[in-house]
């Protein structure tokens, strides 16, 4: 998605710019994004990008400005030493007053429609706890933000929401600070802390070394579940998912099928490592490998679904007749003509109200056993009882250990 820079009236005279991103549907909620100490460079405006995509109007203005306007800094070794001598000469208070300023400004766009949160990062992060305690946004998500402990005298002024992320070996964010920060919020129901072990300071940036996916995943999701209770907008993530599989296993167009996805998603079937990353490719593997490979008979058993803020995670039953050639699951083995029945479980991620991307679990040593590939006689594997039981918990359990036995009447 591509943004716009918008010019924003300061109180005290004169203007400056903000990174506007509005969503495909032209409206939605609006979140304050408040920059690093890098300035509002490509990162801030990919995250803007971001959350955009997931259905919001994201305004980053330039809160180094009153220092020299449009700074954009990478993360070299010299952009690091120009960011701290930003820093360094910053007035928080002054950014805070600018904030408000690019506040009234975001509620005001007629592409704003509803509430307002604010999220920030590093400087941004204790920008968006001094935005909750002095202006009227709804909620605030403050990731590994630096310095929160030295105002926490407004703590009782934040009276909204909010969500802080913080990484176990930030220097920057020490746990002395992280521990003065949550007993000031002790009180509060509504306000979250989350921390990520093993990470350090900046986790959340994908061009930095101390990136980790694993818990940028997981504090994204939680951030959007504030984001999305707050301020919506809420999507019916069920039924996107069930329009979805119907494409996939009832009209079997491929075309179609993407149409409910974002511009660049990506399916892993986890078992087989099969599917696709990026539009073309995940077109290619519906269209040639997945649609016209899956067996005509293939029907879908729900057991359980859970729907979250982001995602939906399905647990079915995966009934079908080996009488075509599965690339994604059986690739390589001609069809046997068995019957096969497997649970199997989709977590399947939105942005916004488009499937973002679908993890699919198997059994593939059930599989195997069902067509005749593995013996279940010789080895620890169940067939097609892994489904019966899925379905009826008073089947059997422990048949396949045989010091089950050793255990009875102790």
């Known amino acids: 998605m591509a943004g716009q820079w918008i010019d924003i009236a300061a109180n005290d005279g004169g203007s400056f710019k903000g990174y506007l991103a509005v969503p495909a549907s032209g409206s939605g909620p609006g979140i304050l994004l408040l920059q690093e100490i890098f300035g509002v460079n490509k990162s801030m405006r990919d995250v803007a990008d971001y959350y955009a995509e997931e259905g919001y109007v994201v305004l980053a203005p330039d809160l180094f400005w009153r220092m020299e306007p449009g700074v954009e800094l990478g993360y070299t070794e010299a952009d690091f030493g120009k960011a701290m001598g930003y820093y360094q000469r910053f007035d928080a208070n002054q950014s805070i007053k600018d904030a408000a300023d690019a506040l009234k400004v975001l509620r005001a766009r007629p592409e704003c429609q509803g509430g307002v949160g604010a999220l920030g990062f590093c400087l941004g992060g204790k920008l968006a706890y001094l935005v909750a305690a002095r202006t009227d946004v709804d909620c605030a998500v403050s990731y590994y933000g630096v310095g929160i402990e030295a105002d926490l005298a407004e703590a009782g002024n934040a009276k909204c929401p909010m969500v802080f992320h913080f990484a176990e070996l930030d220097r920057f964010a020490p746990a002395d600070a992280r521990e003065q920060i949550k007993a000031a919020f002790k009180a509060r129901s509504d306000v979250e802390f989350y921390l990520y072990p093993g990470c350090d300071h900046a986790f959340a940036a994908p061009e930095r070394a101390s990136f980790d996916k694993p818990a940028t995943l997981m504090a994204h999701s939680r951030s959007i579940a504030l984001f999305r209770k707050v301020l919506g907008p809420n999507f019916d993530l069920s039924t996107l998912w069930d329009r ?29 490592m099969t599917g696709g990353v990026g539009y073309r490719d995940l077109l290619r593997f519906y269209k040639h490998h997945f649609i016209p490979k899956t067996p005509q008979d293939t029907k879908l058993v729900p057991i359980s679904r859970t729907i979250g803020a982001d995602r939906v995670v399905d647990e079915m039953l995966f009934c079908f007749t080996h009488d075509v050639e599965i690339d994604w699951m059986l690739p390589g ?16 991620r939105f942005r916004g109200d488009k499937l973002y991307n ?34 009826d918990e008073s089947l059997p359990s422990n048949t396949l250990m045989r010091r089950w036995s050793e255990s009875a009447g102790k």
């Open 244 to 272: 979805h599989t119907e494409l996939e296993f009832a009209t079997r167009s491929a075309e179609q099928t993407m149409t409910t996805m974002v511009a660049e998603p990506y399916v892993n079937h986890i078992p087989t």
């Open 333 to 348: 083995v001609p069809p046997t003509g068995r019957y096969v029945e497997i649970p199997l479980v989709a977590i399947v």
């Open 358 to 391: 679908e993890h699919i679990y198997w059994d593939q040593a059930s599989v195997l056993a069902q067509i005749g590939l593995l013996d279940p006689e010789t080895l620890p594997i169940a067939g097609i009882e892994t489904a019966k039981k899925l379905v």
